[in-house]
């Protein structure tokens, strides 16, 4: 039965999901029998959540995305009665009758007799969000995606340690130009600071980089990235800076320490102490050394670190590409860009 639905791939639409969602409720999660939902569980939404392709794994994928789209429930009654609705606050199997009453227990304010007033446009909000999933699964394919097979899951990993070292240090870089190019005093430190800190980031996602892989770097046989250039840049780009390796670590220190390691947090933490200032003096004095006309000099040591940054961002980006990145995600099952609708 199974095969013949996957065969049709059927899309569905609204009135049908709201519809089997609307039986689940009916029926309740724990008394839901795989054959009763064929084609709620023939979804793409549903099946890339399952490890293997059986009944049983699709209903335990429902199981997962129905958390889910219940999280994302806008509206405080609906969200409060979805998981007495489908029946997920209880491992036992109980009647929709019994639920009803146990939400109103509860506190939800309202008798269960007007809840189920409530269980169509609970229905109809879940499938909204579960079709707009859906469509975007089919739209690119998502459920048959081949993945790279010579792509090694740790070079995966070690892809998301790079390419948040990118991010972070060509946002330094993006920082420390504004500074050179500031109009008066207090933009010059407004970005100068923020250079600090995203530079900062930079440091503290490489030392854990370094801790994770140990120096051990791999790029595709195939890459058209440099990878000694990758390494070499990503090393000057922590050491060219006036700051020593005692310094760097003050600096990560001080980021962990600071409130969900933001800016603000971030810089109130190295004025409360002397060691802090003194290094925030330093690197202030080092950017302010520049004086780098239209053409900046080979010796100055802030335009260095620019293009540093650049050769590392830019060789990041040769290596990890958008084909990668999907390449993860179907590996691992999660989905790199999906934003709330
Ligand atoms: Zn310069």
Redesign the pocket.
């Known amino acids: 039965m199974f095969e013949s639905l996957v065969a049709e791939d059927h899309e569905p639409t609204h009135a049908e999901v709201t519809g089997w969602l609307r039986q689940l409720m009916t029926e309740g999660i724990r008394d839901a029998v795989a054959d009763d939902f064929e084609e709620l569980l023939a979804l793409h939404a549903i099946r890339i959540l399952a490890l293997v392709d059986l009944p049983s794994a699709r209903l335990a994928a429902l199981h997962q995305r129905l958390r889910e789209l219940m999280r994302g429930i806008e509206n405080e009654r609906l969200r409060r009665l979805a998981p007495f609705a489908f029946g997920t606050y209880s491992a036992d199997p109980l009647p929709l009758e019994a639920r009803l009453l146990h939400a109103t227990q509860n506190g939800i304010g309202v008798q269960p007799r007007t809840l189920r007033n409530y269980l169509g446009p609970l229905a109809s909000v879940m499938a909204d969000r579960l079709l707009w999933l859906e469509e975007r699964l089919r739209y690119n394919s998502w459920l048959n995606r081949p993945f790279d097979e010579e792509l090694h899951d740790e070079t995966l990993r070690q892809y998301d340690f790079l390419s948040a070292m990118a991010f972070w240090i060509e946002g330094a870089k993006l920082d420390a130009e504004a500074a050179?190019s500031a109009v008066d005093e207090e933009e010059f430190r407004d970005y100068a600071g923020s250079a600090l800190w995203r530079w900062t980031r930079y440091l503290r996602i490489a030392h854990r980089f370094d801790e994770a892989f140990q120096g051990t770097w791999s790029f595709r046989k195939d890459s058209k990235a440099d990878l000694s250039e990758a390494i070499r840049s990503s090393w000057d780009a922590q050491t060219v800076p006036p700051l020593g390796p005692r310094e760097r670590s003050v600096l990560r220190v001080e980021l962990l320490a600071a409130l969900q390691e933001e800016l603000h947090p971030f810089l109130r933490l190295l004025e409360s102490q002397h060691e802090g200032t003194r290094i925030i003096d330093k690197w202030l004095g080092w950017l302010r050394?520049?004086?780098?006309q239209d053409e900046?000099?080979p010796e100055?040591?802030?335009?260095r670190f620019?293009r540093e940054a650049q050769t590392f961002y830019e060789n990041i980006n040769m290596e990890i590409s958008e084909h990668h990145r999907t390449d993860r995600a179907a590996r691992f099952q999660t989905l790199p860009d999906v934003h709330e609708p």
Do not use: G, K, Q, T
């Open positions: 050179l050394a520049c004086d780098c900046p000099s100055c040591m802030v335009h620019l």
